[in-house]
């Protein structure tokens, strides 16, 4: 099982990253996908969900602003990050989970300049 995530870089603050996750060894589309995020000193935090039939969920600070989607067709997660601020600096990390199941990919680091 493999979750390849990609798209984090350094952009200055109102900026956009696209992240995408790339999900290999499991059946795509019966898991629930998820971005984290954690930052130097912090607990990891959920950023945002998508389930097997759509439906999206987001914590508050990043409503508005992120969108998480998914292609099942190409068994790939993805967070349009858009109006970038210096607090979204973080590694992000991508998750598929199911009952009985939860994997977890690499991060990659978003860094937002002021």
């Known amino acids: 099982v493999q979750l390849q995530a990609s798209g984090g870089g350094l952009v200055q603050a109102g900026g956009s990253l696209r992240l995408s996750c790339i999900v290999s060894g499991i059946i795509f589309s019966f898991h629930e996908m998820a971005w984290y995020r954690q930052a130097p000193g912090k607990q990891r935090e959920l950023v945002a969900t998508i389930n097997t039939g759509g439906y999206r969920n987001y914590v508050d600070s990043v409503k508005g602003r992120f969108t998480i989607s998914r292609d099942n067709a190409k068994n790939t997660a993805f967070l349009q990050m858009n109006s970038l601020k210096p607090e979204d600096t973080a590694v992000y990390y991508c998750?598929?989970?199911?009952?009985?199941?939860?994997?977890w990919g690499q991060g990659t680091q978003v860094t937002v300049s002021s």
């Open positions: 998750n598929a989970r199911r009952p009985g199941s939860n994997v």
